[in-house]
């Protein structure tokens, strides 16, 4: 999906007050410096009066210009060299007058050879998180933090006839191939079990890596994705920003579900619930849910038609184990 229109806009406008701010920072350093030393602007009016000339001869007489170019270039590196060398004497940078740039590769232009700059895909990483409602989390959720120690590995659950440590392994190594085929293989993941067994982390995980290289992320608990929807329907916030999130929320390569089963159960939040699950499947853009629920809960809890389509589109991992937010803490 890439970034939204605003977001572009926005990175546009941070590159055009940049420019602006060390066009202003420049004009001051000459303000300052041609007073001081007069003959530095002396030197700047006579390299534009070279120039002119030089311009001008090589549109009226292009043969007279080529036989003065040699001439001109020394004239200019002379000027050039006396310009550094005041700099110098008084202890400043020779390039202290030169433009100033943030990005000298695009000159805060954000563009270089028609691509993009390294500094524009850095800015466009940053509004990626800032849209991801993750930005902070992500800094200690992530796959380099992830301590499957934490979970028990001598007791055999009775319906997976694994440990929960197993069984989170090959969880991670689930998401993990999620990731890894994330932009050929369309694909939709359902996380469920107690409390406190790190369903919102392997959220976390997956957001950092798909929002790394690129993917648009948007992470919202049921309670936060369902009260925007009912404030934009009831309170009538029909505006054009609160549009543009609701169809960012749509269209974004990956939206995350946290905490599924703790927003009010009515038929507004049902008949949503069931719109944004077939709004995406329909655009093939994957979704994650986390929830406390039960499998049986879900079915009891949702429409058929809903849970229908939790068992046709999205790939069920329980995860098991106890509360490891304990372990964590007794650890510390």
């Known amino acids: 999906m890439g970034i939204s229109n605003t977001q572009y806009r926005d990175i546009i406008f941070q590159y055009d007050q940049r420019r602006m701010k060390n066009q202003r920072l420049l004009n001051k350093r000459y303000d300052i410096l041609y007073q001081k030393y007069p003959e530095l602007k002396e030197i700047h009016d006579k390299i534009i009066e070279l120039s002119m000339k030089q311009a001008v001869s090589e549109v009226l007489t292009p043969e007279q210009a080529a036989e003065k170019r040699a001439s001109y270039l020394q004239a200019k590196d002379a000027l050039l060299a006396r310009k550094a060398a005041i700099l110098k004497e008084n202890h400043y940078p020779a390039d202290y007058l030169n433009p100033i740039y943030d990005c000298a590769d695009c000159k805060d232009t954000g563009f270089t050879n028609n691509a993009p700059c390294h500094c524009f895909n850095q800015a466009k990483l940053q509004a990626l998180y800032e849209n991801s409602n993750l930005a902070d989390a992500l800094e200690c959720e992530n796959f380099d933090t992830f301590r499957e120690e934490l979970y028990d590995d001598t007791t055999i659950h009775k319906n997976l006839s694994i440990t929960p440590r197993e069984n989170i392994r090959r969880i991670r190594e689930a998401c993990t191939d999620f990731i890894k085929y994330f932009d050929t293989a369309y694909e939709n993941l359902l996380l469920y079990g107690p409390t406190g067994v790190g369903k919102t982390f392997i959220t976390h995980c997956i957001a950092k890596e798909l929002l790394d290289t690129s993917h648009t992320v948007v992470y919202l608990t049921s309670l ?59 655009k093939q853009k994957s979704t994650v849910i986390s929830t406390n629920l039960s499998f049986s809960d879900l079915r009891e809890r949702y429409s058929e038609r809903i849970f229908s389509r939790f068992t046709g589109y999205y790939d069920f991992k329980q995860i098991i184990g106890n509360d490891i937010r304990i372990q964590k803490a007794l650890n510390l």
């Open 224 to 282: 936060q994705l369902f009260d925007m929807l009912e404030k934009n329907k009831f309170q009538r916030e029909e505006s054009y920003a609160a549009n543009e999130k609701i169809s960012y929320m749509l269209n974004s390569d990956l939206l995350i579900i946290d905490d599924l089963g703790t927003e009010l159960s009515n038929s507004f939040t049902i008949s949503q619930l069931y719109y944004f699950i077939e709004e995406r499947h329909h």
